[in-house]
């Protein structure tokens, strides 16, 4: 059975005393709710990781980063390695953003690096596709996604790939309140789905995690949960607030 996975990402957000608050409350809501085998992932920015760790070794929680670089280690300014992040017992890392796609740069190429220096750290890759909304109104979206699929994750050998967990994020719903439908969120994951089977077998396709990810809130995430091939959530506005989160964890 696939892993069902909440994760929230808080992006560029909150003090050190309110990450501090958050992570608190999440871990109180964690202990004192049975929540079965979800996993839930918190993607604090970088500077909290090690406050955001050191609290979640008090729960199930588990620690993502942001983001990694594309470079084992070196003379890169202001950027964290995957050595660094496996040197604090991170567990996952985003990988791909379209934030980061969009203002960093970041290319298909480019992330095809970054998930090889997550995996040979032993960090889980969360690895975000999706498409823009030219490219939906155009038709493209399966073209898109597949490409990014392609060119940043399927060089993996199988063993590797089981490590990856993928979040469709279609770019147009990240953030604007539009959320893909239901039948939107499930076309597409089937399709990822499907392609993992082509490239891999049916046990890797059918045991990959698949979130969605996208103006998710606690209002819409059940009936988006709901879909065969929806595995859980990549969230972020909605994770900066304790309670909405607590909800979308229960949406299940
Ligand atoms: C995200 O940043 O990955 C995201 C899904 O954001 P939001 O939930 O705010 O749309």
Redesign the pocket.
């Known amino acids: 059975m696939r892993k069902q996975i909440v994760a929230g990402?808080w992006?560029m957000n909150n003090t050190f005393q309110e990450a501090d608050d958050l992570i608190n409350e999440l871990v109180e809501f964690i202990n004192s709710n049975d929540i079965g085998d979800i996993g839930v992932i918190i993607c604090p920015p970088a500077p909290y990781l090690e406050l955001t760790s050191d609290s979640a070794s008090e729960s199930d929680l588990f620690v993502g980063a942001q983001n990694v670089n594309d470079h084992e280690s070196g003379a890169y300014t202001g950027e964290i390695s995957a050595a660094m992040l496996e040197s604090m017992n991170i567990d996952y890392c985003i990988i791909g953003?379209s934030?980061r796609r969009k203002y960093y740069h970041e290319s298909n190429e480019m992330l095809s690096e970054k998930v090889n220096r997550a995996i040979e750290s032993s960090i889980q890759p969360i690895f975000?596709c999706g498409e823009l909304l030219p490219e939906r109104e155009a038709g493209e979206y399966f073209d898109v996604v597949k490409a990014q699929l392609e060119e940043s994750l399927f060089h993996l050998k199988e063993e590797d790939f089981e490590d990856v967990v993928i979040?469709y994020?279609p770019v147009w719903?990240?953030?604007?309140g539009v959320t893909a439908t239901s039948d939107q969120a499930q076309e597409m994951h089937a399709f990822i789905r499907s392609l993992i089977k082509e490239k891999y077998n049916e046990n890797i396709a059918e045991n990959t995690t698949i979130l969605y990810?996208?103006?998710?809130n606690p209002k819409n995430a059940r009936e988006l949960f709901a879909n065969k091939d929806v595995d859980g959530g990549?969230?972020?506005?909605?994770s900066l607030k304790a309670d909405d989160f607590a909800k979308i964890i229960q949406s299940f």
């Open positions: 990402n992006k953003h934030e975000c979040a994020e719903a990240i953030g604007t990810g996208g103006s998710c990549l969230i972020g506005g909605a």
